[in-house]
């Protein structure tokens, strides 16, 4: 389903690089010519706590999305994927990472951690698609942890959710990511669109 | 120099508002920039600084707003154009200078860029700074996108250097902090200064002067709500009808209602008043817009300003229309959205609409707030304090990262109000109580307004211990430079301050100090001063690890593991609760991926040890 009118919803964890996959989406969007605008809220996203932020493709004016507005959730972190999940317009469309983060209160062994497959089970009842992706691995593997978060981007352009291509990816992250790292968000990206070829969830 | 902001005119780039911001000071040719950074304004003063060396303007960090805005003013004085940076709170700190400079106007031009925060995103309240500019009399620039934070703050640059008012360019968290694609216009380089010419009837306000001075100001504020009547950042958008219904929408409300009139086909059934440019009010504009309407809604986040001027201009000039505004969805509290700003159209148009369907949220996932980082010298500090007075102590804090100090198990913060409240409020409250007080500040606060607190706590005989954490960096904001920093750091265009010479400077004798993570040397300082009666000054300095680790480039030497499963481990995991520390199986142990080898955890406990390679 080609949509070039979508508002996509991003979640994560300070630090994880959320931010710059954004920024990424959002060129990646403006030289293909679709307008777009992008909104982030990270007051402490250094401290490790969620950072949200939002891709508005298609003449939208308001870089914010509410809850039923998403027509697209990332989700770097299940957890946060989990948590986000409010914000997808039933039916919508479900990218995530596979692999948690846990927050300081699970690591002391305050609270009980979800289990994946119970965010598959949620993702599964709201969304109409999901993906689930192990992004640690997949950028571990193109030799840049950080890096994983582009296999998102990678399966997200191969998905034909967006008028995106594998290849506008490609071209975008040649273009505006620093050149020492373009060469290990280039595999994960392509690790991610083959993963995507694979079927859903 | 080479950098996208100074690229040619006609380049498009994806800008933050923020950022955008900074291309329109520069396309106004603004000659000085000042700032104290504070989020959501902070990348603004950010990108001037990394462009400074293209050798167009001069900026600085001033230590703290109030001096800022007075160092821009005196460089207006001087026939600077000038931009001074911050956050809706500093404001109030630069409240007083603000509200005198309006009245003998500036030569040279000054705006202020205020970033508010409505949903208190990262701040300690939500107030409206609209207020200031009908306080203070400011004309106030609204923008809700990256290509009009651009052209706004271009516009407000030169509307202050034509009518020598001081201009308000008001943004959000939403506005500062949205992406969006933003066409450059010429960059027509430095404007030309403004020849100083003596005027002490005009820039001395004794109370003659000043009596004059504030007709001068009303007459000056007239000429320019004429500019703002004609102001391309004000109009009405086309209809192809006229219907009876209006809606006046400023700010990210602009957003909000396009995006809800698109959704609910409405374009056609209202006329929109965009308002970009909100003060003075464009009475003429106002009121042929209002005339031919039966009724109005007024769109806008925070307290009724436009709602209660539309109502009194309606009053006044005998305007049929009835005004709509807050109540019912559209509540003073946090942000709008485009489904609330959706909701009350559809109740101002007596149309359907259903609200979004979405699935539940989930209360019962485990939390992610932000936490002091793995590493972080004031956990280490928190610990000791806490080790040594317990619960006994009243702990007064202060705006920092060291703010998330009142989070269980440290519970290191029990009030607070602004920067610098920490020694002048706990002063206060240590004249009261029987309990002993600790104020934690960090060293940017100290400079920003610490000093007074500690001067005042000396010199009326005052009763706290005032423990500095310096970090060496104004970290919460991203690590921006305060006059603590090392001189090395700071390079030779700003000058390092020694913060004990300060301190002992404002009269303190019992003065300590130690390096933040060793442990037994913090706990032995604490306990002999909690012994002493009088201000106290314990200085605890260790470099913020992130600081530490991008820009003083220090590698990690060694990490930790938790060689024995005891008692002892299980006591550190739950008081010193580092963000490092993992549980898996029932087993303790130490992340290596996000451990420091900051080495405070087996100071505490003897169980934690330090990880061999490869374990």
Not at chain 1, 47 to 74: F, H
Not at chain 2, 72 to 80: I, K
Not at chain 2, 424 to 434: L, Q, T
């Amino acid at each position: 389903m080609m949509n070039s009118r979508a508002r996509i919803f991003l979640t994560g964890v300070g630090g994880q690089g959320s931010l710059t996959a954004t920024s990424l989406l959002s060129r990646l969007a403006l030289d293909r010519g679709i307008a777009v605008v992008s909104g982030e809220i990270h007051g402490m996203a250094q401290r490790g706590g969620v950072v949200e932020s939002t891709v508005l493709l298609g003449g939208w004016q308001s870089p914010a999305l509410a809850w039923g507005e998403a027509d697209i959730l990332l989700g770097f972190e299940p957890l946060e994927t989990l948590r986000a999940l409010p914000y997808l317009k039933p039916g919508g469309a479900v990218f995530s990472a596979s692999e948690f983060i846990p927050p300081a209160s699970l690591s002391a062994g305050k609270a009980a951690p979800p289990s994946l497959s119970l965010v598959r089970e949620a993702v599964g009842a709201a969304a109409s698609r999901a993906w689930f992706l192990p992004l640690r691995a997949i950028g571990a593997g193109a030799g840049l942890p950080a890096s994983g978060n582009s296999a998102l981007l990678g399966a997200l352009c191969a998905s034909g959710e967006l008028p995106l291509t594998p290849e506008d990816l490609a071209a975008a992250i040649r273009r505006h990511l620093p050149s020492g790292v373009v060469a290990a968000n280039l595999a994960a990206a392509a690790r991610g669109a083959e993963l995507l070829q694979g079927g859903t969830d | 120099m080479n950098h996208p902001l100074l690229d040619p005119p006609g380049s498009r780039h994806l800008l933050l508002a923020n950022e955008g911001i900074v291309r329109g000071a520069l396309e106004a040719g603004v000659n000085v920039v000042t700032c104290y950074p504070g989020t959501p304004s902070s990348e603004v003063p950010d990108a001037f600084a990394r462009l400074a060396g293209c050798g167009l303007f001069r900026f600085e960090y001033s230590v703290n707003e109030k001096v800022a805005l007075e160092v821009a003013a005196g460089a207006s004085l001087a026939g600077a154009l000038c931009l001074v940076t911050m956050k809706h709170v500093g404001v109030n700190v630069a409240a007083d200078p603000l509200l005198t400079m309006t009245t003998t106007g500036l030569p040279g031009g000054l705006v202020l860029l205020s970033a508010d925060d409505p949903g208190c995103h990262s701040s300690q309240n939500e107030q409206d700074n609209r207020m200031y500019a009908r306080f203070a009399h400011l004309p106030c620039f609204e923008p809700a996108s990256a290509q009009e934070a651009k052209d706004m703050a271009r516009a407000a640059l030169l509307l202050a250097r034509e009518t020598q008012q001081p201009v308000l360019l008001r943004t959000t968290t939403r506005v500062s902090h949205l992406r969006g694609p933003v066409e450059f216009g010429p960059l027509p380089g430095p404007a030309p200064l403004v020849a100083y010419r003596r005027d002490p009837g005009r820039f001395v306000p004794v109370p003659a002067v000043a009596r004059a001075r504030h007709k001068a100001l009303a007459a000056n504020m007239e000429a320019v709500a004429r500019k703002v009547e004609e102001s391309p950042f004000n109009r009405v958008e086309a209809s192809s009808q006229t219907p009876p219904l209006g809606v006046i929408a400023s700010g990210i409300s602009r957003a909000y209602l396009h995006d809800a009139l698109e959704a609910g086909n409405w374009r056609d059934a209202v006329r929109v008043f965009h308002f970009g440019l909100t003060w003075p009010l464009p009475v003429r504009l106002l009121e042929d817009f209002l005339r031919p309407l039966s009724r109005v809604l007024i769109l806008e986040e925070g307290e009724p300003l436009l709602e209660t001027a539309v109502r009194a201009l309606a009053q006044e000039r005998g305007i049929p229309a009835g005004v709509s505004g807050k109540g019912g969805v559209l509540t003073r509290f946090g942000e709008y959205s485009t489904p609330l700003v959706g909701e009350a159209l559809a109740s101002f148009l007596d149309r359907e609409s259903a609200p979004l369907p979405f699935s539940r949220a989930r209360p019962d996932l485990p939390q992610r707030p932000p936490n002091l980082c793995a590493g972080c010298s004031h956990r280490s500090a928190f610990y000791a304090v806490r080790a040594v007075y317990g619960d006994s102590a009243v702990y007064s804090s202060d705006i920092g990262c060291y703010t998330l100090g009142l989070l269980p198990p440290l519970d290191a913060a029990d009030f607070l109000f602004c920067m610098g409240s920490s020694l002048s409020a706990g002063s206060g409250f240590a004249a009261v109580s029987d309990r002993p007080v600790v104020a934690f500040i960090g060293d940017s606060t100290f400079f920003h307004s610490g000093l007074t607190g500690l001067a005042n706590a000396v010199f009326n005989r005052h009763n706290l211990l005032a423990v500095i954490l310096d970090n060496g960096t104004t970290a919460m904001t991203g690590h921006q430079p305060n006059p603590g920093m090392d001189q090395k750091i700071l390079g030779p265009g700003r000058v390092h301050l020694d913060i004990e010479a300060a301190v002992r400077g404002c009269g303190v004798s019992l003065v300590r100090k130690a390096r933040a993570l060793n442990q037994k040397a913090v706990q032995a300082l604490v306990r002999e001063m909690k012994e002493e009666r009088g201000v106290r000054v314990l200085i605890l300095e260790e470099p913020c690890v992130l600081f530490a680790r991008r820009s003083l480039a220090r590698a990690r030497r060694r990490t930790v593991r938790v060689a024995i499963q005891d008692e002892s481990a299980r006591a550190c995991f739950d008081s010193f609760a580092c963000p490092a520390f993992r549980l898996s199986d029932g087993r303790m142990d130490v992340d290596p991926e996000l451990c420091t080898g900051c080495m405070v955890c087996p100071q505490i406990s003897p169980s934690f040890t330090v990880r061999a390679e490869g374990a």
